[in-house]
């Protein structure tokens, strides 16, 4: 994995990653594909291919030009273990978070954990506010359904009788 291997933030799920490793080695193959028609044909046009927002983010954020099939290969490489050997975290959450809290979330963990962590996020609507981190075995419960059931006696006082 290369040291300076960056992720948008935008792009934090092991499944969005998975897509994306998808989409570069079609790109790739579809970049192959047009230098062997190029050295066969002289009037062959040039390939463009059409990649996504996020391809497109990643490929800027590591300085990598469409043009580079072996920067491409290698990056498609990274991802890869970056998919089998980063950390994942996975989140519940009283309610699905909004795309800008998922941003505040991500760019939290790859600061603070690691730079390339990788998180799900699930809602449960029976924590009332909150959350419950698991990240390996290591299971953090921080949801208000938790606080409630660890203070039952003074459920009296919050409730006001």
Same mark, same amino acid.
């Given at each position: 994995?290369?040291?300076?291997?960056?992720?948008?933030? /935008?792009?934090?799920?092991?499944?969005?990653?998975?897509?994306?490793?998808?989409?570069?080695?079609?790109?790739? /193959?579809?970049?192959?594909?047009?230098?062997?028609?190029?050295? +066969?044909?002289?009037?062959?046009?040039?390939?463009?291919? /059409?990649?996504?927002?996020?391809?497109?983010?990643?490929?800027?954020?590591?300085?990598?030009?469409?043009?580079?099939?072996?920067?491409?290969?290698?990056?498609?490489?990274?991802?890869?273990?970056?998919?089998?050997?980063?950390?994942?975290?996975?989140?519940?959450?009283?309610?699905?978070?909004?795309?800008?809290?998922?941003r505040q979330f991500v760019?939290?963990?790859?600061?603070?954990?690691?730079?390339? +962590?990788?998180?799900?996020?699930?809602?449960?609507?029976?924590?009332?506010?909150?959350?419950?981190?698991?990240?390996?075995?290591?299971?953090?419960?921080?949801?208000?359904?938790?606080?409630?059931?660890?203070?039952?006696?003074?459920?009296?006082?919050?409730?006001?009788?």
């Amino acid at each position: 994995m290369s040291p300076t291997l960056t992720l948008p933030v /935008d792009v934090y799920s092991p499944d969005q990653l998975s897509e994306l490793v998808i989409e570069l080695q079609g790109t790739i /193959d579809g970049l192959r594909d047009a230098a062997a028609r190029a050295k +066969t044909n002289a009037a062959a046009q040039t390939y463009k291919p /059409d990649i996504s927002a996020e391809l497109e983010q990643l490929l800027s954020q590591n300085r990598i030009d469409l043009t580079n099939i072996a920067a491409l290969e290698t990056l498609a490489k990274d991802l890869q273990l970056v998919l089998e050997k980063s950390p994942s975290v996975h989140m519940l959450l009283a309610a699905t978070p909004v795309r800008t809290m998922k941003r505040q979330f991500v760019t939290w963990f790859r600061t603070e954990i690691h730079p390339l +962590t990788l998180v799900t996020f699930a809602a449960r609507g029976d924590l009332g506010g909150g959350a419950i981190v698991q990240a390996g075995s290591h299971l953090y419960d921080f949801s208000f359904r938790r606080r409630l059931l660890d203070n039952k006696s003074r459920l009296t006082e919050i409730a006001g009788v």
